[in-house]
C-alpha cells in the first residue's frame, strides 16, 4: 500500500506537467462550405459522390506544446450520409443504404495530432494521424494533407485518401443479379475550410 501511494505522489506531478506542457493556441470552426467526395467505379461505369450542405458546427483547436514549440491540430468533423449526392437518384440512395445510413448516419473524421508548422507560407504539406469512421468501423491512418492559408483567420485542409469498402467491413455493392459490380477501391477527397474562432494562450 505505502508503495501504491509512492507511486502516485511521484506520477502526479508528472501527469499535471503534461497536461500543462501544452495550451490552446486557437479554435478553428469548420466551415459549412466543407465538403467530401467519394469517386469509384463499376464494371459499368465511374461515379462521383459529394457532401452537400455539412450541417456541422464542429471545431478544431490548434495546441502549441511549449518546450519545442510544435503545433498540433486536432479535433473531430461528422458528416452527415444523407449529405452525399452523386447526381443520380439511384445512385444516391445505393451509396447511403451501402453506407448504412440507417444506423450509421455520419462519416467521422477525427484529426490526431496533425502538425501544423508554424510558417507564413501560404500553402504547404502537412501529416499526421487521424482516425476515419464509415459505418460504425473506425481505421486510424497517417494521412497526407495540404495546408492553404487563405487570410490570417481562415484556413483550408485538403487531403486525398484511398480507401476500400471491405477495410469498413462494407460489402461493394452489386446490382442486377450481380450483373453490376461495383469495384472495392474507393478515392476519398477532404476539402476542410476552417475560420479562426478565438485566439487566446491559456495558463499564462
Same mark, same amino acid.
Given at each position: 500500500? #505505502?508503495?501504491?501511494?509512492?507511486?502516485?505522489?511521484?506520477?502526479?506531478?508528472?501527469?499535471?506537467?503534461?497536461?500543462?506542457?501544452?495550451?490552446?493556441?486557437?479554435?478553428?470552426?469548420?466551415?459549412?462550405?466543407?465538403?467530401?467526395?467519394?469517386?469509384?467505379?463499376?464494371?459499368?461505369?465511374?461515379?462521383?459522390?459529394?457532401?452537400?450542405?455539412? =450541417?456541422?458546427?464542429?471545431?478544431?483547436?490548434?495546441?502549441?506544446?511549449?518546450?519545442?514549440?510544435?503545433?498540433?491540430?486536432?479535433?473531430?468533423? =461528422?458528416?452527415?450520409?444523407?449529405?452525399?449526392?452523386?447526381?443520380?437518384?439511384?445512385?444516391?440512395?445505393?451509396l447511403r443504404e451501402t453506407l448504412k445510413e440507417q444506423v450509421y448516419p455520419n462519416i467521422v473524421i477525427e484529426l490526431q495530432s496533425l502538425r501544423?508548422? =508554424?510558417?507564413?507560407?501560404?500553402?504547404?504539406?502537412?501529416? $499526421?494521424?487521424?482516425?476515419?469512421?464509415?459505418?460504425?468501423?473506425?481505421?486510424?491512418?497517417?494521412?497526407?494533407?495540404?495546408?492553404?492559408?487563405?487570410?490570417?483567420?481562415?484556413?483550408?485542409?485538403? $487531403?486525398?485518401?484511398?480507401?476500400?469498402?471491405?477495410?469498413?467491413?462494407?460489402?461493394?455493392?452489386?446490382?442486377?443479379?450481380?450483373?453490376?459490380?461495383? #469495384?472495392?477501391?474507393?478515392?476519398?477527397?477532404?476539402?476542410?475550410?476552417?475560420?479562426? #474562432?478565438?485566439?487566446?494562450?491559456f495558463g499564462e
Amino acid at each position: 500500500m #505505502k508503495r501504491l501511494i509512492f507511486l502516485v505522489l511521484i506520477l502526479l506531478p508528472l501527469t499535471v506537467f503534461n497536461q500543462k506542457a501544452m495550451d490552446i493556441e486557437s479554435l478553428w470552426k469548420v466551415s459549412g462550405t466543407s465538403k467530401v467526395m467519394v469517386e469509384g467505379s463499376s464494371n459499368v461505369n465511374d461515379f462521383q459522390c459529394v457532401t452537400l450542405n455539412y =450541417e456541422g458546427a464542429d471545431e478544431l483547436k490548434k495546441f502549441i506544446h511549449h518546450d519545442n514549440g510544435e503545433r498540433l491540430l486536432t479535433g473531430a468533423v =461528422e458528416m452527415k450520409v444523407r449529405s452525399f449526392d452523386c447526381e443520380n437518384r439511384i445512385m444516391t440512395r445505393d451509396l447511403r443504404e451501402t453506407l448504412k445510413e440507417q444506423v450509421y448516419p455520419n462519416i467521422v473524421i477525427e484529426l490526431q495530432s496533425l502538425r501544423i508548422p =508554424e510558417s507564413a507560407a501560404q500553402q504547404q504539406s502537412v501529416s $499526421g494521424r487521424a482516425k476515419v469512421t464509415i459505418a460504425g468501423t473506425s481505421r486510424e491512418l497517417d494521412m497526407s494533407w495540404t495546408l492553404i492559408r487563405e487570410n490570417a483567420s481562415s484556413m483550408r485542409l485538403l $487531403g486525398t485518401h484511398d480507401f476500400s469498402f471491405t477495410q469498413f467491413n462494407i460489402e461493394p455493392p452489386t446490382k442486377m443479379m450481380g450483373m453490376i459490380r461495383v #469495384k472495392d477501391e474507393i478515392k476519398v477527397d477532404f476539402d476542410l475550410v476552417m475560420e479562426m #474562432k478565438e485566439s487566446q494562450f491559456f495558463g499564462e
